[in-house]
């Protein structure tokens, strides 16, 4: 499974220039997301530039419902294979 993950608080700390390869990869991948269709690309490519690729084996837990700290607020793009997402009910405290 492959995801392309923006970790949106440390985004200007992972700023990395791109092949034209790996830009015609991320915009395939977000092409069809509505995040993305307003953004023009000079906007998408500075976004692109604070993505990473990140590959995962089957079955692998990638964030965890109550997780928190940077992994929490990352923003997932799933580019290819499958996944599965589950919550627990959380009762609010009356």
């Known amino acids: 499974m492959c995801f392309l993950s923006l ?11 791109r092949t ?3 830009l015609a990869q991320m915009e395939r991948s977000t092409h069809k997301n509505p995040f993305f ?19 995962h ?4 837990v990638i964030i965890q419902q109550g997780d ?3 992994q929490a607020e990352d923003f997932y793009i799933i ?3 499958e ?3 589950t919550t627990t009910p959380t009762h609010l405290p009356r």
């Open 20 to 22: 034209p390869l790996e």
């Open 37 to 55: 269709m307003d953004l023009d690309s000079e906007q998408k490519s500075v976004l692109f530039e604070g993505m990473v690729v990140e590959e």
């Open 79 to 81: 580019k290819s294979g």
């Open 7 to 17: 970790a949106l608080s440390q985004a200007e700390q992972q700023r990395q220039s």
């Open 57 to 60: 084996k089957p079955g692998a």
């Open 83 to 85: 996944w599965t997402t």
């Open 68 to 70: 928190s700290g940077a």
